[in-house]
């Protein structure tokens, strides 16, 4: 008896392990993918995501691939969405810096960044830039340096909101310029600018899509790009690297990823990431992500565990200041 029941057990365990196979082996197969973007329709990270979705189309067999835009509590309600979807492939999360930085500006969250995820890659890299109000007499970082020294306590550094790239940015500025600066947080990057030029603050810290424009127009004053290199943008390209200007191995890039529900059967994630760096190596995506300011992706964090171990490494390197700070987002 205990025997018979016993085969029976292999032979629906075999069963279903054939049809995951045959699953994984055809997936897509005609159904269509959900890619869940944890911010509103229009933004940055959306227009990133409405890019890739066309670039990922054709290596996935011609996949139709629909952007579903849960936004709210600065993502963490489009990431537990998905956090919770059935783990097949279909439902998909395209978020930002946000995977690294809600572990550690939200005490309590619906999910776990390490554990209710697969990592399928990175997808871009977008550089951030230092300004300053025109009206500043710093004309240099270096200059600048000196005027914030000078002015200790009293220099207005704006930013798009607690827990925006912006914030984070201005708060790894200051930690590394040992300078006690006035944050003043907007609703958005646009009313921030806006309060820049007209010189009610001081400076802002915000990614090339947002000041690239103003930097141009020669709206603003420029001072630094964050990435360690500088940038090939005709209008960034004599602008210096923190880096090179004494904030050593200073680095901050707005950049995004691709991630799917934990326990998403491995042939499907394999699927799902050789598409990604084809989707990566595809030159109308490239073009369109250069137009928004952005860097694609070409270097090991488009493997799964790299881009884990890559944003582990953010969370490190966020939390101790965020937490110096001591401004939650909760």
């Excluded at 600065?74 to 930002?96: E, F, P, Q």
């Excluded at 500006?105 to 025109?134: A, H, S």
């Excluded at 300078?179 to 820049?196: H, Q």
């Excluded at 491995?266 to 990604?276: G, Q, R, S, T």
């Amino acid at each position: 008896m205990n025997r018979s029941i016993f085969k029976r057990s292999l032979a629906v365990l075999a069963a279903v392990t054939v049809s995951l196979g045959v699953h994984a082996q055809d997936f897509p197969g005609g159904k269509p993918i959900t890619i869940v973007v944890p911010f509103a329709a229009g933004g940055p990270t959306d227009r990133v995501a409405r890019d890739l979705a066309e670039a990922l189309r054709k290596p996935l067999d011609g996949a139709t691939i629909v952007i579903d835009n849960a936004a709210g509590a600065g993502s963490t309600i489009g990431n537990a969405k998905v956090a919770r979807a059935k783990a097949d492939g279909y439902t998909l999360l395209l978020t930002h810096v946000g995977m690294a930085t809600t572990p550690v500006l939200y005490r309590k969250l619906p999910y776990n960044y390490e554990t209710d995820f697969e990592y399928l890659g990175m997808i871009n890299d977008v550089p951030m830039t230092v300004i300053g109000k025109p009206q500043l007499e710093a004309n240099s970082f270096k200059e600048l340096r000196e005027w914030i020294g000078k002015n200790a306590g009293k220099t207005n550094l704006g930013n798009a909101g607690i827990g925006s790239a912006s914030h984070l940015c201005g708060l790894l500025l200051q930690s590394e310029l040992k300078a006690e600066m006035t944050t003043v947080p907007y609703k958005g990057t646009a009313p921030a600018i806006a309060d820049l030029l007209g010189g009610q603050i001081d400076l802002l810290c915000d990614q090339t899509t947002n000041t690239t424009g103003q930097i141009e127009a020669k709206k603003v004053k420029a001072y630094a790009v964050t990435t360690l290199k500088r940038l090939s943008t005709p209008a960034l390209k004599d602008l210096p690297t923190l880096d090179e200007s004494g904030l050593k191995s200073f680095q901050v890039t707005i950049w995004h990823g691709l991630y799917a529900p934990k326990g998403t059967p491995a042939p499907v994630l394999k699927k799902l990431n050789d598409a990604l760096k084809v989707a990566l190596k595809d030159a109308e995506f490239i073009k369109k992500e250069e137009g928004l300011g952005a860097v694609v992706v070409t270097d090991k964090r488009v493997e799964p565990a790299e881009h884990k171990k890559f944003v582990q490494a953010e969370v490190a390197r966020f939390g101790p200041v965020i937490k110096a700070a001591g401004v939650y987002a909760d």
